[in-house]
């Protein structure tokens, strides 16, 4: 996998504040990218992220926007390119997640989970996919989780929305290949983040209990499959969803 497929290159990662979208930032600044931190309300987090783009060498700007708001969408990649110029690679990596109860769930926890995780998705992709196809150039990694592959009753919307990650994927894959933009997804397992707070520790345990691997994932090695599709290593993919999970879910 050479590095130099980053350098010189701009990377939208949104959600890049904190856990894995923190991590995918600081893996891709240390490829050579210049990094583009988007967040939605913890500043003090992007800025954390910043500063570590900057002390391996790249460039960053921090960019607040809910990604599921279609104007602050456009305000942001506006931004982006006045303050790094065009945008090469995406993460859309932001997303959110509430553990609710079938009898809790209601139609705004439903429009929350999806309006972020799904829309946000396709908002920011629509959003830059003009300048990658002006360029001829573009990569895009989409965030799943393998909520989308089995049965999560506690998490219904968390996992619909996962799954139409995944749809997306495949057919805007399609749609964009011809302009030299290949798009792929990641479908982690338990990642060790602040999204999994209120996940209570029998839960965890048991979650630890299923896993070949018999322990939860750390971020990094999200980013590390992240810079792996992003790369000229996965130049034959797209469409794909990668499962990192320790083993807990494999596809056929
Ligand atoms: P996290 O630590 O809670 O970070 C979530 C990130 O998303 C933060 O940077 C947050 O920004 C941002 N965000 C939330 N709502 C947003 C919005 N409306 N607009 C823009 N940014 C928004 O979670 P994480 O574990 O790193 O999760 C990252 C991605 O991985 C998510 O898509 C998640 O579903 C997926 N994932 C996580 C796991 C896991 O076990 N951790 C497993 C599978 C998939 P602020 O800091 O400003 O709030």
């Keep these: 996998m050479s590095e130099a497929d980053f350098q010189g290159r701009n990377v939208l990662v949104t959600g890049g504040s904190r ?39 790249a460039e960053a700007v921090t960019v607040q926007c809910n990604v599921a708001d279609e104007d602050a969408v456009q305000t942001m990649v506006t931004q982006i390119n006045e303050q790094l110029g065009p945008i090469d690679m995406l993460v859309n990596n932001a997303g959110v997640f509430e553990y609710v109860t079938p009898e809790t769930t209601s139609p705004d926890h439903w429009r929350r989970t999806i309006d972020v995780n799904l829309t946000g998705t396709y908002l920011v992709t629509w959003a830059v996919k003009d300048q990658m196809i002006e360029r001829n150039f573009g990569r895009i990694v989409n965030m799943s989780s393998i909520s989308a592959l089995r049965s999560r009753p506690y998490g219904i919307a968390y996992a619909a929305s996962k799954a139409a990650v995944i749809a997306f994927t495949k057919s805007a894959s399609v749609a964009l290949v011809e302009h030299n933009i290949r798009m792929n997804a990641v479908a982690p397992g338990l990642i060790e983040t602040e999204i999994i707070d209120d996940v209570d520790q029998a839960t965890i345990d048991r979650i630890v209990g299923e896993t070949p691997m018999k322990r939860i994932g750390q971020a990094d090695e999200i980013a590390d499959v992240v810079h792996f599709l992003l790369s000229e290593a996965s130049r034959f993919m797209i469409g794909q969803c990668l499962v990192a999970s320790g083993g807990r879910v494999m596809l056929p």
Excluded: M, S
């Design 19 to 57: 856990g894995i979208g923190r991590a995918c930032c600081e893996r891709l600044a240390r490829a050579g990218a210049n990094v583009a931190v988007n967040y939605h309300g913890n500043r003090e987090a992007a800025e954390e992220t910043a500063r570590r783009v900057i002390a391996a060498g």
